[in-house]
């Protein structure tokens, strides 16, 4: 089989991710994260995920009901990981109050304009004692920032030579993603939060760019081995727990 430049410098990355940290690309972020959702997922007869998008292997593997909610219909028309599919506005969910035992939201947070209209839609809809959780993007990670301040037509460029996009599909806003503005909402909905934790993930976005993918991953390994770098780190992984009565 014949592989093109572009193919050999990803393969180039991906050895060299696999050799300096022992497991394949994705496999170590992905273990970090199942690791947390296991013991929150398991024995949940209704899980509902916020803006599921086409695919999410984490809910994978999960019995019950499995309740995919999103926006674009053509999305949920392709997921094949829920058994359950709702095309529905996350600031206006069509489900009957506590009716849910855990919600799972993922690189979602980041992309509303009116993110407390939503928390007040999931806890509407959890039931009492039940978790909400969230895994997104910090606002002060270096990609967070370079999205706030650069213009749209830079980051539709970004997009283009990085994800072979055409333009960044949906807009981002960072109204919710510090540990700050999450305490606030919480300590306004009367969620507590039960988990909370910093992670840097594996620089996927320059595995087209060898060198600056292992300067990357040196980064990452760098910040996530010393806490006092937390605040530099790239996802937000909380877990916040609906009052036992409201």
Not at 30 to 37: A, M, N, P, Y
Request: charged residues 25%.
């Amino acid at each position: 089989m014949k592989y093109s430049t572009l193919d050999k410098r990803i393969e180039k990355s991906r050895a060299f991710y696999a050799k300096y940290k022992g497991v394949e690309l994705y496999e170590y972020d992905t273990e970090i994260v199942r690791s947390i959702l296991s013991k929150y997922l398991l024995n949940k007869p209704i899980l509902l995920e916020g803006a599921c998008g086409a695919r999410n292997v984490f809910v994978k593997g999960y019995g019950g009901v499995k309740v995919g909610v999103d926006l674009d219909y053509n999305a949920l028309k392709m997921n094949e990981f829920h058994n359950h599919k709702v095309c529905a506005d996350l600031e206006n969910l069509p489900f009957k109050s506590e009716s849910v035992e855990v919600i799972l939201s993922i690189d979602t947070i980041e992309h509303l304009e009116n993110p407390e209209e939503t928390f007040t839609q999931f806890y509407r809809i959890l039931k009492n004692g039940e978790y909400l959780i969230i895994i997104t993007p910090s606002k002060y990670h270096y990609g967070s920032i370079l999205s706030i301040i650069l213009p749209k037509n830079i980051k539709n460029l970004i997009w283009r030579v990085i994800r072979n996009k055409d333009n960044m599909p949906f807009p981002t806003y960072y109204k919710a993603n510090t540990i700050g503005e999450l305490n606030r909402i919480c300590k306004k909905l009367l969620f507590s939060i039960e988990f909370l934790y910093r992670h840097e993930r594996a620089p996927i976005w320059f595995l087209k760019f060898p060198f600056f993918f292992r300067i990357t991953t040196y980064y990452c390994e760098f910040i996530n081995r010393y806490s006092f770098f937390k605040q530099l780190r790239g996802s937000i992984i909380a877990v916040l727990r609906k009052a036992k009565s409201s």
